[in-house]
């Protein structure tokens, strides 16, 4: 599978962007777990969002939660993640990864397999 993320942009704190990870391929997205990870400089990637296979479960991290919502779209092969209220603390690039074995979502980077070249967020206060 090849992903290609999209979405990122500069946007002041309390501003909402929605990325994008499209899924090209033999398999459509909802057979592979997706995940939506961040990174900043120095910093290991750190997890941000994740859907089971078949869309079946979300996981979110705790910095995340009640702001950010992961979907899929079956018809697109997409998969969104749309971010509100963001706050500078948000500010890294953001990759989304396939993990292309089992069903739930996994918090660890190095489960992911596959993944898209990344796209810039930035949040200024």
């Known amino acids: 599978v090849q992903l290609q993320a999209s979405g990122g942009g500069w946007v002041q704190a309390g501003g909402s962007l929605r990325l994008s990870c499209a899924a090209s391929?033999?398999?459509?997205?909802?057979?592979?777990?997706m995940g939506w990870f961040r990174q900043t400089p120095g910093k290991e990637r750190e997890f941000v969002a994740g859907l089971g296979r078949f869309g079946a479960s979300t996981d979110y991290a705790d910095s995340v939660k009640g702001r950010f919502t992961i979907s899929g779209s079956n018809a697109a092969n997409t998969v969104d993640l749309q971010m509100n209220n963001l706050k500078p603390g948000d500010t890294a690039v953001y990759y989304c990864?396939?993990?292309?074995?089992?069903?739930?979502?996994?918090?660890?980077?190095?489960?992911?397999?596959?993944w898209g070249q990344g796209t810039q967020v930035t949040v200024s206060s």
């Open positions: 391929g033999e398999r459509t997205f909802g057979t592979y777990v």
């Open positions: 990864g396939a993990k292309l074995r089992g069903f739930g979502v996994s918090r660890t980077d190095l489960e992911y397999t596959e």
